[in-house]
């Protein structure tokens, strides 16, 4: 990695700047100005040029009990910026950098981050409830009146600025379109990376994605790049299906038009046993039991990405799983993000990976709340949202 000790650490003061509040759950997000505090040591000051907003910022946005509801919070996690200064013992980064700052953590030194069998970074993935990574609860963020607002998955990109540990920034090629990139800190690494690790798709398989947003036609792009023969795509939203084609969905199914069937059923008959691989990317738990039995017996593999509301327990019939199926859930596709972003980043530079057609719209960022309502309304893929516009 690119050392930068001969870059002169800025002491650095705090900044004001516009972020965009959730102060209740649920309640549209409040546009105030607040104060940024410096990086401390393996931080990183953000200057934010764009951000998207992710169904997790919505699921959160309304989760309102248990440990995980805290406000006043800055949501966002999905973003590129540039860094604006840097703590001590910063390493690999410097002013001016382009960088991805990314919900999943990524030490590189950890048992697990150095071997390729997962991304759970041991030393740091365990943890969700921290504001900043390694001082528990302190928070970089302070309102007018100077109470603390709380982080939301060591990112919080819906601010001007924000402070970012190093085991959560990945510096990426300034070729890549600042917006393109800002889909790769999430849903679209996600989905692209579920397929080709989590599951591993090889040509030829047959495809089943449960719930078509970003994520789910991105699981749908990366098993089309690994030569999928069939991909069904199952969403209650019709307008998703047209959207599919770009991605290389080659079938629909639409739950309310099964008559009496189950959708397992109809993929069952459409694929003669069932499905090779399927994907939950919804976040409830009744998908995630379709999506599950939709595959073949003896070999069927399930990946779970959705996330769902107060991590709700899960129900498989016990002789669906004993028949030779798997299944497994995963963050962030399986990506080790420093590892893995460079390569979907060249994957796009190489027009390979087809990012543009997951943007639907693009905001300015007084106008934050209009995403949330596209993107429950189903009229949105991925909104971005420019700061400076
Ligand atoms: P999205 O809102 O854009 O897409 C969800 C899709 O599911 C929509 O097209 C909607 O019509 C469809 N849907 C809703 N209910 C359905 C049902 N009953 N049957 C079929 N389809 C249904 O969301 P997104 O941003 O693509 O995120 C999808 C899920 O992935 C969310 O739960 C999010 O929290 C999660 N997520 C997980 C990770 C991870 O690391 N595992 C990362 C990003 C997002
Ligand atoms: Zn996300």
Redesign the pocket.
């Known amino acids: 990695m690119d050392k930068t000790s001969s870059f002169s650490i800025q002491k650095g003061k705090p900044i004001r700047c516009k972020a965009a509040l959730c102060r209740k759950a649920g309640e549209a997000l409040v546009m105030e100005e607040i104060q940024v505090d410096p990086p401390q040591a393996y931080e990183v000051r953000i200057k934010i040029i764009c951000t998207s907003l992710?169904?997790?910022d919505v699921?959160f946005w309304k989760l309102d009990s248990g440990p995980l509801a805290r406000f006043p919070r800055i949501l966002g996690h999905e973003s590129v910026g540039l860094v604006e200064s840097i703590g001590e013992h910063v390493d690999g980064f410097k002013q001016g950098d382009v960088v991805l700052p990314v919900f999943h953590p990524n030490c590189e030194e950890c048992k697990d981050c150095k071997s390729s069998k997962s991304n759970w970074c041991a030393r740091y993935a365990n943890d969700s409830i921290s504001n900043t990574r390694r001082y528990g609860m302190a928070s970089r963020f302070k309102d007018s009146t100077g109470e603390d607002i709380h982080h939301f998955l060591f990112v919080s990109s819906f601010s001007e600025y924000t402070v970012v540990d190093i085991a959560h920034l990945v510096k990426i090629s300034p070729d890549i379109p600042v917006q393109k990139a800002a889909l790769l800190s999430?849903?679209v690494s996600?989905g692209v990376g579920a397929a080709w690790k989590v599951a591993n798709v090889e040509e030829g398989s047959t495809v089943a994605v449960?719930?078509?947003?970003?994520?789910?036609l991105a699981v749908a792009e990366g098993a089309r790049l690994r030569g999928a023969a069939k991909i069904i795509g199952?969403?209650?939203?019709p307008d998703?299906f047209e959207l599919g084609k770009k991605f290389g969905f080659t079938d629909f199914v639409n739950?309310t038009l099964c008559g009496e069937k189950k959708v397992s059923e109809v993929i069952k008959e459409m694929t003669g046993g069932g499905v090779d691989y399927s994907f939950e990317?919804?976040?409830?738990p009744s998908?995630l039991s379709e999506a599950f039995i939709s595959t073949r017996t003896g070999s069927g593999k399930t990946v779970m990405?959705?996330?769902?509301k107060h991590a709700a327990p899960i129900s498989l019939g016990s002789f669906d799983l004993l028949s030779g199926r798997t299944i497994c859930g995963?963050?962030?596709?399986g990506l080790k993000s420093k590892l893995d972003i460079p390569v979907l980043v060249d994957h796009y530079l190489k027009k390979e990976l087809n990012l543009d057609s997951f943007i639907t719209h693009e905001l300015k960022f007084q106008e934050i709340n209009k995403a949330f309502e596209l993107?429950e309304e189903?009229k949105s893929?991925r909104c971005i949202i420019w700061m400076d516009k």
């Not at 990405?305 to 769902?308: A, C, D, H, P, S």
Request: charged share 5%; aromatic share 6%; hydrophobic share 40%.
């Open positions: 992710c169904h997790t699921t999430c849903g996600t449960f719930g078509l947003g970003a994520v789910g199952v969403d209650l939203n998703k739950p990317c919804v976040g409830l998908i990405l959705g996330m769902g995963s963050l962030f596709g993107l189903g893929l």
